[in-house]
């Protein structure tokens, strides 16, 4: 089983910026890529960035040139780097770990940007 705990959301002005990150425990090997995804209100939950197990990374065309994904092996841990945060960027963040073809999800961190 694989545990992901988010933090790092919170309240932010527009322009701001935040870091995200995610740690990951349990049955961790074998990970194929990492991910953030996002759901805002009244929304379908989105992709925003993806990390391979070999560092390629993906972004979605709202916030590329913006944040950046990275991790850090040795602490099992993802990061969703922000800038130039938008009152649009304003969700619920979660972290996505891919193994062996089946997606775990964690239970996701506030961000809200105020205009």
């Known amino acids: 089983q694989v545990q992901l705990v988010e933090s790092g959301g919170g309240l932010v002005q527009a322009g701001g910026s935040l870091r995200l990150s995610c740690e990951a425990s349990?049955?961790?090997?074998?990970?194929?890529?990492m991910a953030w995804y996002r759901q805002a209100p009244g929304e379908q939950r989105e992709f925003v960035a993806r990390?391979?197990?070999?560092?390629?990374?993906i972004y979605a065309a709202s916030v590329k040139d913006r944040f950046t994904v990275s991790r850090d092996s040795a602490k099992n841990t993802l990061y969703l780097q922000m800038w130039n945060l938008k009152p649009e960027d304003t969700a619920v963040y979660y972290c996505?770990?891919?193994?062996?073809?089946?997606?775990?999800w964690g239970k996701g961190t506030l961000v809200t940007v105020s205009s």
């Open positions: 349990g049955s961790i090997f074998n990970i194929e890529s």
């Open positions: 990390i391979t197990s070999g560092d390629s990374t």
């Open positions: 996505n770990l891919r193994r062996f073809g089946v997606n775990f």
